[in-house]
C-alpha cells in the first residue's frame, strides 16, 4: 500500500497563497489518479481537484476554480495544491488521495494521506 504524506499547510490571512505538496513512497504513484479533498469543521469530506496520472485531465470544484491549480511531478512522486486567494471558507484539513484509473476524477479513491491543516483568517 503507497504511503501518502501531504505539507505545506498552515495559518493565513484571507488574501494570501499557499502551495501543498503529497509526497507518495512508491513509483507506482506515477499511475495513479491523484486528487486533494478537504474537510471543514462539520462538514463532509469533499473533492476540491483531481488529476490524472499523466495530468491531461483535471477537475475542480466549482467554489475554487480560478483560484485553486492542482499538478503533479511524476518524477519526484509529488502531488501539489497552489492555493491563491485563499478565503475564511477554505480553512479545512486537505487530503490527498490516489487510486488506479478507471474510473472518474471525483471519486473512488484508495489510498490516503494524514491530512495538513489549512486554517484563513478574515
Known amino acids: 500500500q503507497v504511503q501518502l504524506v501531504e505539507s505545506g499547510g498552515g495559518l493565513v490571512q484571507a488574501g494570501d497563497s499557499l502551495r501543498l505538496s503529497c509526497v507518495a513512497s512508491?513509483?507506482?504513484?506515477?499511475?495513479?489518479?491523484m486528487a486533494w479533498f478537504r474537510q471543514a469543521p462539520g462538514k463532509e469530506r469533499d473533492v476540491v481537484a483531481g488529476?490524472?496520472?499523466?495530468?491531461?485531465?483535471?477537475i475542480y470544484a466549482d467554489s475554487v476554480k480560478g483560484r485553486f491549480t492542482i499538478s503533479r511531478d511524476n518524477a519526484k512522486n509529488t502531488l501539489y495544491l497552489q492555493m491563491d486567494r485563499l478565503k475564511p471558507e477554505d480553512t479545512a484539513v486537505y487530503y490527498c488521495?490516489?487510486?488506479?484509473?478507471?474510473?472518474?476524477?471525483?471519486?473512488?479513491?484508495?489510498?490516503w494521506g494524514q491530512g495538513t491543516q489549512v486554517t484563513v483568517s478574515a
Open positions: 488521495a490516489g487510486k488506479e484509473p478507471g474510473t472518474p476524477l471525483e471519486a473512488d479513491y484508495d489510498y
Open positions: 512508491s513509483r507506482t504513484f506515477r499511475s495513479y489518479t
Open positions: 488529476v490524472s496520472w499523466d495530468g491531461g485531465n483535471k
